[in-house]
């Protein structure tokens, strides 16, 4: 899904993100998005996120390997999941590409023009339809991070991760759960996303609060928008 949002800079900068592994096919998306956004013009700037950060990235000839090498493209890793990986698998070589703090990447982030996330999810059919482009560019930047699929136990670190980054910034967050992602709010899963929900770091939205907002006696029902979900750029992990 890609986010516009607003450019400080002459050179436009597109923020890509990869959460998937090198055998998923959006890993293959990304790296055509990357190379489309070079030819317009784009300075692209790549961060492997999460699952993305694992054993065969170190195997490298890969198109994202080559893309890496063009003139205006920089790719990073993210260092909390790097660190994980090198601890738990002993490895003794240098990280393929230079690691990235999640505090940089939300810089970047309120930098880019636009934002690409190619990850496992995607926007909810039975969520209200977002409409890119609609967000007041002179506003403050308000955020919206949307978990429509069930992570592993590690996945769910770095989406954790992820959201306490900018909440460390101060900024306007939203979590949002959906379809096989309404689980995350249960159970264990529950407990390991309680450090955001109950210090108030970012307002959490379910399948069960938008079917209340939008139900029949509920007046935003009739134009099917959502004031939750306005006037967000939302991240679809």
Same mark, same amino acid.
């Given at each position: 899904?890609?986010?516009?949002?607003?450019?400080?800079?002459?050179? !436009?900068?597109?923020? +890509? +993100?990869?959460?998937?592994?090198?055998?998923?096919?959006?890993?293959?998306?990304?790296?055509?998005?990357?190379?489309?956004?070079?030819?317009?013009?784009?300075?692209?700037?790549?961060? $492997?996120?999460?699952?993305?950060?694992? %054993?065969?990235?170190? =195997?490298?000839?890969?198109?994202?390997?080559? $893309?890496?090498? #063009?003139?205006?493209?920089?790719?990073?890793?993210?260092?909390?999941?790097?660190?994980?990986? &090198?601890?738990?698998?002993?490895?003794?070589?240098? !990280?393929?590409? !230079?690691?990235?703090?999640?505090?940089?990447? *939300? /810089?970047?982030?309120?930098?880019? #023009?636009?934002?690409?996330?190619?990850?496992?999810?995607? *926007?909810?059919? &039975?969520?209200?339809?977002?409409?890119?482009?609609?967000? /007041?560019?002179? @506003?403050?930047?308000?955020?919206?991070?949307? +978990?429509?699929?069930?992570?592993?136990?590690?996945?769910?670190?770095?989406?954790?991760?992820?959201? $306490?980054?900018?909440?460390?910034?101060?900024?306007? $967050?939203? +979590?949002?759960?959906?379809?096989?992602?309404?689980? #995350?709010? #249960?159970?264990?899963?529950?407990? %390991?996303?309680?450090?955001?929900?109950?210090?108030?770091?970012?307002?959490?939205? @379910?399948?069960?609060?938008?079917?209340?907002?939008?139900?029949? =006696?509920?007046?935003?029902?009739?134009?099917?928008?959502?004031?939750?979900?306005?006037?967000?750029? *939302?991240?679809?992990?």
């Amino acid at each position: 899904m890609t986010t516009k949002t607003r450019t400080r800079c002459k050179t !436009p900068l597109k923020f +890509v +993100v990869i959460r998937v592994p090198k055998r998923h096919p959006n890993y293959l998306h990304a790296c055509e998005c990357i190379a489309q956004s070079v030819k317009k013009g784009y300075s692209v700037q790549v961060f $492997l996120h999460g699952p993305a950060v694992d %054993r065969d990235l170190m =195997e490298g000839g890969d198109r994202l390997s080559s $893309l890496a090498e #063009e003139a205006g493209v920089a790719v990073h890793l993210c260092q909390a999941a790097w660190q994980r990986l &090198h601890q738990t698998q002993s490895l003794a070589s240098d !990280p393929p590409y !230079p690691v990235m703090s999640l505090i940089a990447t *939300w /810089d970047a982030i309120e930098r880019a #023009e636009a934002v690409c996330i190619f990850g496992f999810g995607q *926007w909810p059919a &039975h969520w209200p339809s977002i409409t890119v482009g609609e967000v /007041d560019q002179q @506003t403050p930047r308000a955020y919206g991070v949307m +978990v429509a699929y069930s992570p592993s136990a590690a996945d769910r670190d770095s989406l954790v991760e992820w959201v $306490l980054a900018g909440a460390t910034l101060d900024l306007d $967050l939203v +979590v949002a759960f959906a379809g096989e992602g309404a689980s #995350e709010v #249960e159970g264990e899963a529950a407990r %390991r996303w309680a450090q955001i929900s109950d210090h108030g770091l970012a307002e959490v939205m @379910t399948d069960a609060s938008i079917i209340k907002a939008h139900s029949a =006696e509920d007046p935003l029902a009739k134009d099917g928008r959502h004031p939750g979900l306005e006037n967000r750029h *939302w991240l679809v992990m």
